[in-house]
C-alpha cells in the first residue's frame, strides 16, 4: 500500500457497506441482536418483537453517513465521522528508514520518458551467419550496452533482443525483412520502468463516530450496534487491508445531544464509538532506473576520472593488492 491513509473515508465506506448489507440481508441485524431471541431471559422480555422492532425502525429510516464537519443541515438518524489526533510513534522510527519495499511505475506515469542508450544510427553491417550486427565505434553509448537491452528500429517500433556483445558490434536475430527494410536502428534499456524506494512511517491516530437518533433513546441501542457490527464485520477486508491495524473500539455513555435540540421541545441523544488505529503512511522516494551496464576506463583513456574501484593502500599493502592487468581496481600507495 502506498501514500498517507484515507482514514476517514474507509471507516465511512466500512459503515455505509455495513448498513447496506443488512438493508439486503434482514438475517444480519437478527445476528446482532442475537441474544434477544436466544437467551432464556431475555427472549421472555423482549424476544422476537425486539429484534422486528429494530427491523421495522432501521427500513423505515435513511440512516445517513458523513464526515464532519459540513454545511447542510443534519437529518436524523445520522451517524458522523470527526478526524482526531494523530501522532508520529517514536518507537518505531529510525534515523533510516530500513525498507526495502519499492514500487515500479510506467514512464508515462510520471513525465520520464525512458532515452536511448545509443541513438538511432546507421549500422555497418550485418553477418546473417553468426548474427552480429557491426556498430560504428565512434557512436555515443556504445561501451554501455549489455545483453537483454533491445535494438530498436524506431521506424515501427519494432524491438529485438541482444543477445550478446561481440567485437565490433552486438549479436541479435534479425528477420531477413528488418535486413532488407530497416536503415537504422537505437538501443533502449531493458527495463522499460522505473523505480521507487518506499519510506513507511507509522502512526497511532484517533477516530469519533457519533451516532445521533432523536426522539426515543432506545432507538440509539440500535444505531450504535449497526455502526459497531459494521465496523467490525469490515475491520479485517477494509481498515486492516488498508494500513489501518490494531484498531480498537471504545464506546462513550448515552449522553443527550444538545446540538440538536428543537424550538418545540425535540429532543436527540447520541453515543459516540471512538476508534484507535495502528496507521502505516508511505512515501515514494525520488524514481530511479534500472542499473543494466556499467563501463569500465583506464586511467590513460581520460583526463579527469578514473572508473571502477580505487584503493588507498599504504607502503605495506600486501601483494594481493598490487594492481594486475586484468584488475577493475586501481591500487594507489603514499608513503605519507
Not at 524514481?287 to 571502477?308: H, K, L, M, N, V
Request: charged share 20%.
Amino acid at each position: 500500500m502506498s501514500g498517507i491513509v484515507p482514514s476517514d473515508s474507509i471507516i465511512k465506506a466500512a459503515i455505509e457497506l455495513g448498513i447496506d448489507d443488512m438493508r439486503k440481508n434482514p438475517w444480519l441485524i437478527s445476528h446482532m441482536l442475537y441474544d434477544f431471541t436466544h437467551n432464556k431471559y431475555l427472549n421472555k422480555i423482549y424476544g422476537e418483537k425486539q429484534v422486528e422492532a429494530c427491523k421495522e425502525w432501521f427500513l423505515a429510516n435513511n440512516i445517513e453517513v458523513y464526515l464532519r464537519f459540513r454545511k447542510d443541515k443534519d437529518r436524523l438518524p445520522a451517524i458522523s465521522i470527526t478526524l482526531g489526533s494523530s501522532e508520529e510513534i517514536a518507537d518505531h522510527k529510525t534515523l533510516g528508514d530500513r525498507s526495502t519495499e519499492s514500487i515500479l511505475l510506467y514512464p508515462n506515469e510520471i513525465g520520464k520518458p525512458i532515452p536511448f542508450i545509443v541513438k538511432p544510427f546507421v549500422p555497418t553491417n550485418y553477418n546473417p551467419l553468426t548474427q552480429v550486427l557491426s556498430i560504428p565505434q565512434d557512436i555515443i553509448g556504445n561501451s554501455v550496452i549489455a545483453p537483454g537491452m533491445l535494438l530498436l528500429n524506431p521506424d515501427n517500433g519494432q524491438a529485438y533482443i541482444i543477445q550478446n556483445l561481440a567485437v565490433g558490434g552486438i549479436v541479435v536475430d534479425l528477420d531477413q525483412k528488418t535486413i532488407e527494410t530497416a536503415t537504422r536502428f537505437g538501443i533502449v534499456p531493458k527495463y522499460q520502468l522505473y523505480k521507487a524506494r518506499l519510506e513507511h512511517s507509522f502512526f497511532r491516530e484517533t477516530y469519533n463516530i457519533e451516532c445521533t437518533v432523536h426522539g426515543d433513546p432506545s432507538t440509539l441501542v440500535w444505531l450504535h450496534a449497526i455502526a459497531l457490527y459494521s465496523l467490525m464485520r469490515y475491520r479485517e477486508s477494509l481498515l486492516e487491508a488498508n494500513g489501518m491495524a490494531e484498531s480498537i473500539f471504545a464506546s462513550s455513555d448515552l449522553y443527550e445531544n444538545g446540538n440538536f435540540t428543537g424550538p418545540n421541545g425535540e429532543e436527540a441523544f447520541s453515543r459516540t464509538i471512538n476508534v484507535t488505529a495502528l496507521v502505516e503512511n508511505t512515501v515514494a522516494k525520488s524514481p530511479q532506473r534500472f542499473i543494466e551496464a556499467i563501463a569500465f576506463r583506464e586511467p590513460e583513456e581520460c583526463d579527469t576520472y578514473s572508473g571502477g574501484i580505487t584503493i588507498l593502500s599504504n607502503l605495506d599493502s600486501p601483494a594481493l593488492a598490487e594492481i594486475q592487468e586484468d584488475s577493475l581496481w586501481l591500487t594507489k600507495k603514499e608513503s605519507s
